[in-house]
């Protein structure tokens, strides 16, 4: 007699979908800042009960995306200048550094990109903040970005920066990294006019 069900571990939770769902309307501005959601409608939206709505939506408040407000629902936690420098910042602390040890070692979409360079490092807790800071850079301006362009050249700087990984150049890494959080900085993160 099984212990556990064969198909216990092969379904996803509706929790961790509405969590996959709600993380990337938050990060493309499909959920507008300051705006009220109420877990009750958006389970009724998606077909579902409150519970695993809710449940996601208190995970992305302990992620610093989206704020509670008491008897009413949760917004997203607008972003300032002054945060997106301090994300800035701690990428350049965090992933500079790593893409640089990765250029000394053998190496086993722009988000899986660096979350799966980091991970070749081996460091899961890198991965986590790495992934948490990402998801705070929200990408509202996404339809802007594709007409004009920058998100192909964006992605035309993995190239080079994975030739220097794979070629162990640890400064050439380096350098390109921190040009390619630049580039983030600079164009990605920029509000929507």
Do not use: C
């Amino acid at each position: 007699m099984p212990v556990l069900s064969e198909t216990a571990l092969q379904r996803t939770s509706l929790r961790e979908q509405a969590l996959a769902l709600l993380r990337e309307a938050v990060i493309t501005g499909r959920i507008a800042d300051g705006v009220v959601y109420s877990s009750k409608a958006l389970a009724a939206e998606l077909g579902v009960s409150n519970g695993p709505i809710r449940e996601a939506m208190l995970a992305l408040v302990d992620d610093g995306l989206m704020e509670a407000v008491p008897n009413k629902g949760f917004r997203s936690v607008p972003l300032t200048p002054a945060d997106l420098a301090e994300i800035y910042e701690m990428r350049l602390l965090l992933e500079v550094p790593a893409v640089a040890r990765l250029a000394t070692g053998d190496l086993p979409a722009d988000r899986d990109f660096h979350l799966t360079l980091l991970a070749a490092g081996g460091n899961r807790r890198l991965v986590s903040a790495v992934a948490r800071l990402r998801d705070q850079t929200r990408l509202d301006n996404l339809r802007a970005l594709n007409a004009d362009g920058r998100i192909v050249a964006s992605a035309d700087e993995h190239r080079p920066l994975l030739t220097a990984i794979l070629r162990h150049d640890e400064r050439t890494a380096e350098r390109l990294m921190r040009q390619h959080l630049e580039h983030i900085r600079q164009d990605w993160s920029r509000p929507v006019e």
